[in-house]
Nanobody, 124 residues
């Protein structure tokens, strides 16, 4: 098993940047594909982006391409989400997720472990 803890959320103004972290403990971090999802009030949890086990492959939802960057450090057992040019519509609780087996990067049902989430609020 793996335990995930997100941090770095907060209140920022539109156009600003923020970096989220997801610290993992437990089973070897590098054996998990990782992803970020977000959930806005009244909406379903949605895919933001994902990173492969080695970190060599990333995938993003269209609305964050060019603004967000996912990375991971398999020595520090941590995944990051660097968010830039933030918009009010990015406001949500952001969750990190881990998947041990193969699956679809964008499908939340394919992930086995979740963090508790961190709130990101972008004011206009």
């Amino acid at each position: 098993q793996v335990q995930l803890v997100e941090s770095g959320g907060g209140l920022v103004q539109a156009g600003e940047s923020l970096r989220l972290s997801c610290a993992a403990s437990g089973r070897t971090f590098s054996t998990y594909a990782m992803a970020w999802f977000r959930q806005a009030p009244g909406k379903e949890r949605a895919f933001v982006g994902a990173v492969s086990r080695s970190g060599s492959y990333t995938l993003y939802t269209n609305s964050v391409k060019g603004r967000f960057t996912i990375s991971r450090d398999n020595v520090k057992n941590t995944m990051y989400l660097q968010m830039g040019s933030l918009r009010p519509e990015d406001t949500a609780v952001y969750y990190c997720a881990a998947r041990y087996d193969s699956g679809r990067y964008y499908d939340r049902n394919d992930y086995d472990y979740w963090g508790q989430g961190t709130q990101v609020t972008v004011s206009s």
